[in-house]
C-alpha cells in the first residue's frame, strides 16, 4: 500500500511517539503507522481539504478513526493541543519544509524528514533551527534516490562534508556512488575558466571519496 520510501520512514519511528503526519495526502503512511503499532497515536494532517476527505475514507477503511485525528492545517500550525513529539514531513521542497518548521507553533522533539530538493540547505537550516542530524538513510525506489533525515532538537556539530553530502552512513554507498558520477559529469560540463565552481564540484567529490574509502 505504501512505497520503500513511506516504509523506511516509518520503521524509523518510535513505539512511544505521538507522531504528525505533515501533508498526510491519502493517509496511507498514517494508517500503516498505526496498523503495525510503531507509534501510539497520529495526528494526519494536510493543507488540501479534499486530501484530507480522501484520506477519512481510507481511515475509516480500516476503522482506524480513534487512533488517527485529520486536521486541516497548514504544517503544524492548527496543531499545538496534541502534545506532538515526532513530526514526519515527506514528498515537499526544502522551501515548503522550513518554512513549516520555522512557522511551528511549538518546539517539536523530533522530525523524519524527506525533501525533494536542496538537501545541503536543508540539512543547514535545520542545524540552524537547532536540530542535530542524527540518522541519515537513502533509499532508491522508483529509480529515484530518496534521503531520509532524522533531527533531534539538541545542540551539535555539523560539518561542510556532512552539510554537502550528508550524514555517513555505510548503507548508503551506492548512493555514494551515484552522486559522484552525478558531480563528475557536472564537473566536465563546467568550463575551465570557471574556477570556483569547479573547484566546489571537486571538494563535493572529494567529501564522496572520504566516504567510499571508509
Known amino acids: 500500500m505504501i512505497s520503500k520510501r513511506l516504509k523506511t520512514i516509518a520503521n524509523l519511528v518510535d513505539s512511544n511517539q505521538i507522531v504528525a503526519d505533515i501533508g498526510c495526502d491519502h493517509g496511507y503512511l498514517s494508517i500503516y503507522l498505526i496498523k503495525n503499532k510503531l507509534c501510539k497515536k497520529v495526528i494526519a494532517s494536510d493543507i488540501n481539504e479534499n486530501a484530507l476527505n480522501q484520506a477519512k475514507k481510507n481511515i475509516n477503511k480500516y476503522k482506524l478513526e480513534k487512533q488517527i485525528t485529520l486536521i486541516l492545517s497548514d504544517g503544524l500550525t492548527n496543531l499545538k493541543k496534541y502534545n506532538i513529539t515526532l513530526a514526519i514531513i515527506a514528498g515537499m521542497g526544502t522551501t515548503t519544509i522550513l518554512n513549516i518548521v520555522a ?38 525506489d522508483h529509480d529515484k ?32 556512488r551515484y552522486l559522484k558520477d552525478k558531480k563528475l559529469h557536472i564537473l566536465n560540463k563546467i568550463p575551465k575558466k570557471n574556477i570556483k565552481k569547479r573547484w566546489n564540484i571537486k571538494k563535493d567529490i572529494k567529501f564522496i571519496n572520504d566516504y567510499l574509502n571508509r
Open 145 to 176: 534516490y530518496y534521503p531520509i533525515m532524522v533531527f533531534q532538537l539538541k545542540k551539535g556539530k555539523i560539518n561542510k562534508k556532512t552539510i554537502n553530502i550528508g550524514l555517513y552512513n555505510q548503507d548508503n554507498k551506492e548512493y555514494y
Open 103 to 140: 512557522n511551528s507553533p511549538q518546539k517539536i522533539e523530533k522530525y523524519i524528514i524527506s525533501s525533494n530538493n536542496n538537501y545541503d540547505v536543508l540539512r543547514m537550516k535545520m542545524h540552524e533551527f537547532g536540530y542535530n542530524l542524527e540518522n541519515e538513510i537513502v533509499v532508491l
